[in-house]
């Protein structure tokens, strides 16, 4: 299956800072979705952006989405400790039941 | 709020025996997921089922099977369970809106194969 890639594959930064993780995929998608995970927890749905919209927002959360270039974008601003977390991708590909996921970005958010 | 429960959050079992890894789902999903989840590999999909009795094999599905006799309820067997099993299994069901899939998922099972 496809899968996409999370970059970088860790990233620390001082509350405060913003958060950028980035995305590529292979194949043409209806949606791509960002899910987080606490450490040693199950993922949860953050936000989800359509293969026809180019950014969205969710509270301190902005997504962006570029078909052409097969890539996404999850900023988290000002961020806090508390989104210490592991950022996963995941594409909603046409004709498949399944979410595939990627391997994801570490965020280390330092008071 | 969708729920998906797991019966154990940590498991240790020896090499050979057979594990049973339960999940239920509270909101009448159809499809429902197993995944492994290992460093620097990600989520694998393991196996899915999207009915009662129905399985699909994932991208992993070698010395795993599942059951799905319930609608809420989706097992992973382990039938002789070997060490390279040992991981982070994730089970999630599927909501299925107009145009798009949410999956929820569960805490999460750390199963220790010694």
């Known amino acids: 299956s496809q899968q996409g890639e999370e970059d970088p594959q860790a990233l620390s930064i001082q509350e405060g800072e913003n958060a950028t993780m980035n995305c590529s995929y292979k194949t043409s998608i209806n949606n791509l979705q960002w899910y987080r995970q606490n450490s040693g927890r199950g993922l949860v749905h953050l936000i989800l952006?359509?293969?026809?919209?180019r950014e969205k927002h969710s509270g301190r959360l902005r997504v962006t989405l570029d078909t052409s270039k097969k890539s996404s974008s999850l900023l988290i601003t000002a961020s806090r400790a508390a989104d210490t977390a592991s950022y996963f991708c995941?594409?909603?590909?046409?004709?498949?039941?399944?979410?595939?996921f990627g391997k994801g970005t570490m965020l280390l958010v330092s008071p | 709020d969708v729920k998906v429960t797991q019966s154990s959050r940590y498991l240790v079992k020896r090499t050979g025996e057979k594990v049973f890894l339960e999940c239920v789902q509270d909101?009448?999903?159809?499809?429902m997921f197993w995944y492994r989840q290992d460093p620097g590999l990600g989520l694998r999909l393991i196996y899915f089922?999207?009915?009662?009795?129905?399985?699909e094999k994932g991208d992993i599905p070698e010395g795993y099977s599942v059951s799905r006799e319930k609608k809420e309820r989706f097992s992973l067997i382990l039938e002789s369970a070997s060490t390279n099993q040992t991981s982070m299994y994730l089970c999630?069901?599927?909501?299925?809106?107009?145009?798009?899939?949410?999956?929820?998922f569960g805490p999460g099972t750390r199963l220790t194969v010694l």
């Open positions: 999630a069901s599927i909501r299925r809106l107009a145009d798009y899939n949410e999956q929820f």
């Open positions: 995941a594409t909603d590909e046409a004709g498949y039941s399944t979410l595939t």
């Open positions: 089922s999207y009915d009662v009795k129905m399985k």
């Open positions: 952006i359509r293969s026809n919209e």
């Open positions: 909101m009448d999903h159809e499809n």
